[in-house]
């Protein structure tokens, strides 16, 4: 049962959906920020989810309120996928910062930043479009004579970056450990003249996130913009990213069956068809069925084991995954060819959901997980997935 703080939230994003539905045409096809939807997301408090309550935010994704949290990410979703995608880059910046931020850094930094409704993006990935490679992270931090840093870096998939006012820069600082084990968070003013976006997002899907690149030259970041101690990511936060994508793909999928029940129900050919009945009727159990997985893995959360909870989590999203793909897909099917015009919704579920899935590769992650089955143990891995350990 919602409480009623929770009731508050979804009625709050219904009351939303109809203008998030009629921007996002546009904002697909001129791959830009939706800005209206976030202004109207924070008029609606929802910019302040993970800000712990003591510094006047609503305390989900914390200690508590992970079941929550998911949930909003995956109505949301069923709303609209790239604004879903891009709250969750947000929410997630404020709560990693929030773990870590001292009271005069919470108080100096994030304090003003939810009261004014301002964006965080989260950045930290090195691997450039169009090069071969994994592109894994080497940019390091230097220091300054005077205890400041000097920053330089260049990062990409920056999913909100044009309509971030800061970003969370992930880069080490020197040392010759692992470079996840130095490994910090530094807030950077987005506006400030030694950033640069680098315009390079065509995509097929998710165009509205707006993943460009980022290029930051000779920065100066002043000792208490750097959050956390070195890897305390690692050390420190179990949380991990792994469900926020689950409950986008759930939410995808289920925006996409709502469509497609819509549809038929509007044409007595289709709906008096026992094979489509049939058709809505399975994807709504296999919906069902990931949605249980979702927020079962969610309650295991708010406990004290976030290794069984994180592998409950690579479990819900390698269903999340397959339901997802499934589900628009079989949406058309049900649908017809008339649905692929841009005129509907359901041809832009698709080509999200097929984008946004690739996002991660799932299978190495479900591959973890029968490696773990094996050895008869786990442990959490970084910021999502699981490695097998051997009892």
């Not at 009629?22 to 800000?51: C, K, M, Y």
């Not at 949930?71 to 609209?80: F, K």
């Not at 409950?247 to 549809?263: C, D, E, K, P, V």
């Not at 069902?288 to 406990?303: D, P, Q, S, V």
Request: one cysteine or more; glycine letters at 8%.
């Amino acid at each position: 049962m919602r409480t009623p703080e929770q009731t508050k939230r979804i009625e709050a994003l219904d009351g939303l959906a109809e203008s998030f539905r009629a921007r996002a045409p546009q904002l697909d096809r001129d791959a830009v920020f939706p800005e209206e939807n976030f202004r109207d997301l924070h008029a609606a408090g929802i910019l302040a989810l993970t800000l712990p309550v003591k510094w006047g935010g609503q305390g989900l994704w914390g200690d508590e309120g992970f079941v929550e949290y998911y949930e909003v990410l995956e109505h949301l979703a069923s709303i609209d996928a790239p604004t879903a995608q891009l709250l969750q880059v947000h929410l997630h910046a404020i709560g990693m910062l929030a773990h870590a931020a001292t009271e005069e850094q919470a108080r100096k930094y994030l304090i003003p930043i939810v009261e004014a409704g301002r964006r965080v993006a989260s950045v930290g990935s090195e691997s450039v479009p169009g090069k071969k490679g994994a592109g894994a992270s080497t940019s390091e931090l230097t220091r300054n004579a005077d205890g400041t840093w000097s920053l330089t870096c260049e990062k990409h998939f920056a999913s909100l970056g044009p309509g971030a006012d800061h970003f969370i820069i992930w880069l080490a600082v020197p040392g010759t450990e692992d470079y996840d084990h130095r490994s910090v968070a530094v807030l950077v003013d987005r506006h400030a003249p030694e950033v640069e976006m680098i315009d390079n997002w065509d995509t097929l899907g998710m165009r509205a996130t707006v993943s460009q690149g980022i290029r930051i030259t000779g920065m100066t970041i002043p000792a208490d913009a750097v959050f956390g101690e070195p890897g305390w990511w690692e050390t420190h936060d179990p949380r991990t990213f792994t469900l926020g994508f689950a409950s986008n793909h759930i939410g995808s999928a289920r925006g996409a069956l709502n469509f497609a029940t819509a549809w038929v129900r509007d044409r007595p050919n289709l709906a008096g068809s026992e094979l489509i009945q049939f058709q809505l009727g399975e994807m709504s159990a296999d919906l069902f069925a990931a949605r249980e997985a979702l927020f079962a893995a969610a309650r295991l959360w708010e406990g004290d084991d976030p290794a069984a909870a994180e592998y409950a989590s690579v479990q819900a999203l390698t269903v999340a995954k397959r339901i997802s793909l499934e589900i628009t897909q079989r949406a058309l099917d049900v649908c017809g060819a008339r649905s692929m015009f841009k005129s509907y919704e359901l041809e832009r579920i698709y080509r999200d959901t097929r984008t946004f899935t690739l996002h991660y590769r799932v299978d190495n992650y479900t591959r973890e997980l029968g490696a773990a089955m094996i050895a008869d143990g786990y442990a959490v891995k970084g910021n999502g997935g699981i490695t097998a350990v051997a009892n």
